[in-house]
């Protein structure tokens, strides 16, 4: 019960972010398929709003450390795991359902359909919006980063605490 408790939480809590996030769609370019990317990339009307990749790297930094932060709270301050497996193991349980929720209600069925999301000069581009193999790229590659993230957070856990 607390598993499914902590993964509504954590959903609501990413939805939140995501949808704040989201409010100027320009600003989330690099979320969408690579063929969107190109075409608003060559629209004047774009020009200077588009983030650059330094930004786009600075804010995927600064979401991982939030990300571990979350983690290490919950792992250590909620649920009162004090090893590394046991926090590492739990924290990707966790982070694999909020990145299968991300997936399927929040990229598949939220940003492929949402005429918010359609950029102008991209309407053109259905099948690039309806694009779902690259959002499963995108959870295959956020499990990736799980392994990472998980294990920084299992060892903060591990070790210092």
């Given at each position: 019960m607390v598993l499914v408790i902590e993964s509504i939480v954590l959903c609501l809590v990413f939805t939140l972010m995501v949808y704040f996030m989201s409010r100027v769609p320009i600003k989330t370019l690099y979320n969408y398929p690579p063929r969107i990317q190109e075409r608003?990339?060559?629209?004047?009307?774009?020009?200077?709003?588009?983030?650059?990749?330094?930004?786009?790297?600075?804010?995927?930094?600064?979401?991982?450390?939030?990300?571990?932060?979350?983690?290490?709270?919950?792992?250590?301050?909620?649920?009162?795991?004090k090893t590394f497996i046991e926090s590492f193991g739990y924290g990707f349980l966790l982070w694999t359902i909020v990145n299968l929720y991300d997936l399927v209600v929040l990229d598949i069925l939220w940003f492929c359909h949402d005429p918010f999301f359609v950029l102008k000069g991209t309407e053109d581009m259905t099948s690039e919006y309806h694009n779902y193999w690259f959002h499963t790229k995108g959870f295959l590659i956020g499990e990736g980063l799980a392994l990472i993230i998980c294990s920084i957070a299992g060892i903060i856990i591990g070790v210092f605490l």
């Amino acid at each position: 019960m607390v598993l499914v408790i902590e993964s509504i939480v954590l959903c609501l809590v990413f939805t939140l972010m995501v949808y704040f996030m989201s409010r100027v769609p320009i600003k989330t370019l690099y979320n969408y398929p690579p063929r969107i990317q190109e075409r608003v990339k060559s629209l004047k009307e774009y020009e200077g709003q588009i983030p650059t990749e330094k930004k786009k790297l600075g804010a995927k930094i600064g979401a991982s450390l939030l990300f571990i932060l979350i983690l290490v709270v919950v792992l250590r301050y909620i649920n009162g795991y004090k090893t590394f497996i046991e926090s590492f193991g739990y924290g990707f349980l966790l982070w694999t359902i909020v990145n299968l929720y991300d997936l399927v209600v929040l990229d598949i069925l939220w940003f492929c359909h949402d005429p918010f999301f359609v950029l102008k000069g991209t309407e053109d581009m259905t099948s690039e919006y309806h694009n779902y193999w690259f959002h499963t790229k995108g959870f295959l590659i956020g499990e990736g980063l799980a392994l990472i993230i998980c294990s920084i957070a299992g060892i903060i856990i591990g070790v210092f605490l």
